[in-house]
């Protein structure tokens, strides 16, 4: 069964230092988002992208982040100067073409530790 | 705004005994509503939605869900637990039939199935 990946499963930086999370959705999905996780809260939605662009996003999605599909296959997720809040869980999902019934699979989540 | 509440941090049941999982919504059009599972150090995992027709909803593993419309809830169900069903189980919803495809999502309720 395919399924979204993620790399890496744990990233730890350095406060005001940039990173960039990876995922791979499924193969024939257009559809692709970002969420994240902060230990011991909900999870919240990011941003959703198709056909290249930001189709939608939340007030959490401020300048600090950004999206991009490089290549046919990867989706990343930059933040460009880390701060303490963005530890969290990021989990990519993909859905098949975004129609009202679309389900969204997930990846197994990054790990991202800000020290 | 939309959004999901999850009454219940845990749930502890028998193995063998039927279990449910209680999930309140609110959005503003129709409800699209969906159930995730996490296992420990997984991603979320799709189980089932609910989108229109039948209130009774099946999924994967032998899980079901009952949409009641006038009680805004959409509970999750199985007549007979087993101890590997013991997992972090979110409810999410999105508002139908407004192109956002965001997904709110509750805060979770962990399942403890006791042999």
């Known amino acids: 069964e395919p399924e979204v990946t993620q790399t890496p499963s744990h990233q730890v930086t350095q406060m005001g230092q940039e990173v960039i999370l990876r995922c791979v959705p499924i193969?024939?999905?257009?559809?692709f988002y970002w969420y994240r996780q902060i230990l011991g809260q909900k999870v919240e939605f990011l941003v959703s992208f198709y056909n290249n662009e930001i189709s939608e996003k939340s007030e959490i999605f401020d300048d600090q982040f950004s999206v991009e599909r490089p290549d046919g296959s990867n989706f990343t997720l930059k933040i460009r100067s880390t701060k303490l809040e963005d530890s969290a869980m990021y989990f990519c999902?993909?859905?098949?073409?975004?129609?009202?019934?679309?389900?969204?699979?997930f990846g197994p989540g990054t790990r991202l530790t800000v020290l | 705004a939309q959004s999901v509440a999850q009454p219940e941090d845990q749930v502890n049941v028998a193995e063998g005994n039927p279990l449910t999982v209680k999930c309140t919504y609110s959005v503003s059009g129709n409800p699209y509503l969906f159930w995730y599972v996490q296992y420990p150090n997984r991603g979320l995992q799709f189980l089932l939605k609910?989108?229109?027709?039948?209130?009774l909803v099946k999924g994967s593993y032998g899980f079901e869900a009952e949409f009641n419309k006038s009680q805004t809830s959409f509970h999750l169900k199985k007549p007979s637990a087993l101890v590997s069903d013991s997992a972090l189980y979110f409810c999410?919803?999105?508002?139908?039939?407004?192109?956002?495809?965001?997904?709110?999502f509750g805060s979770g309720t962990r399942l403890q199935v006791q042999p």
């Open positions: 609910y989108i229109t027709g039948d209130n």
């Open positions: 999902a993909s859905s098949l073409a975004g129609g009202d019934s679309d389900t969204q699979y």
């Open positions: 193969s024939n999905h257009l559809y």
């Open positions: 999410a919803v999105r508002d139908g039939g407004t192109g956002r495809r965001a997904l709110t």
